[in-house]
């Protein structure tokens, strides 16, 4: 029997961005903002095509963690 290669699937620019506008950030009790939740599959494949990892959204969410600090009196 031969093996089935995986079905190839095809995504449309609005469901790509409907993806990727799941990704958010949640502010801790300690005042530091994180990630809701680890970046899917499906995302990171979406990232993939604009040469992107998962450790760029964190790394950007840090900064901006980071920014936000800045600007709290």
Do not use: W
């Amino acid at each position: 029997m031969q093996k089935r290669e995986k079905k190839v699937n095809f995504m449309t620019v609005p469901a790509a961005l409907r993806e990727l506008d799941k990704i958010e950030m949640i502010k801790g009790s300690d005042n530091e903002y994180r990630l809701d939740h680890a970046v899917t599959a499906t995302q990171k494949a979406i990232l993939n095509v604009f040469r992107m990892t998962s450790n760029d959204i964190k790394m950007k969410a840090k900064n901006l963690s980071a920014e936000l600090a800045c600007e709290l009196p």
